[in-house]
């Protein structure tokens, strides 16, 4: 039944844009977002700077309380809907359901706190969600091989590590098909072990 249209059918995968506190998250998702990103950033307040840890984001005054949501074309006939994630500790309960139906992550890393990669490292590996750990290349930042900070994170062998601007949307959108093209190996690898 040809309705005389040729429209490609559109597939839309769901991404998840990880990682800690201040890193970067909500950036990337506004900069690569095609449509207004859905923000659920509140301020910081006094209170909170004794449970959240802020060093080396002193001048961050908002935090995501839930998430944030864009949308991007890959190409056409393939969308991405990107959830970003908050990433301080109290609101990580809302991963396990943010990750339901994603086709993989993205982890977003600072190398002035790589440490704050490792939850969400642990938490995708442990789930079998494909990844990708993007580094922020912040201003004034000593530049890393991506080789070193995959053995500094003890990645898994073939884990993309991409260096980024999350600022910038051509940036980010590189990202996102490194993640594509590694999640659609990973699939595909375990498509045919189930089969064999």
Not at 99 to 121: H, I, N, W, Y
Not at 144 to 155: G, K, Q, W, Y
Not at 168 to 194: P, Q, T
Request: proline share 4%; hydrophobic share 40%.
């Amino acid at each position: 039944m040809d309705s005389g249209h040729s429209e490609t059918p559109v597939m839309a995968l769901k991404i998840l844009i990880a990682g800690g506190f201040g890193v970067g998250k909500t950036t990337m998702v506004g900069a690569v977002s095609e449509i207004r990103p859905l923000r659920t950033e509140e301020q910081l307040t006094e209170a909170g700077r004794h449970v959240d840890d802020t060093i080396g984001v002193e001048r961050k005054s908002t935090t995501t309380v839930a998430m944030d949501f864009g949308r991007i074309t890959i190409r056409a006939g393939l969308s991405l809907y990107l959830f970003g994630t908050p990433g301080q500790d109290r609101f990580w309960f809302l991963w396990d359901e943010l990750s339901q139906g994603a086709l993989g992550a993205v982890v977003l890393a600072d190398t002035r706190r790589l440490e704050d990669s490792f939850p969400a490292v642990d938490f995708f590996e442990h789930r079998k969600i494909p990844f990708a750990v993007a580094v922020n290349r912040f201003p004034g930042t000593q530049q890393h091989r991506p080789e070193d900070i995959a053995r500094a994170l003890d990645l898994q062998d073939g884990t993309p590590v991409v260096l980024c601007d999350a600022r910038d949307r051509a940036s980010g959108k590189e990202v996102l098909i490194a993640l594509v093209e590694h999640a659609g190996r990973m699939h595909a690898a375990r498509l045919l072990e189930s089969v064999s």
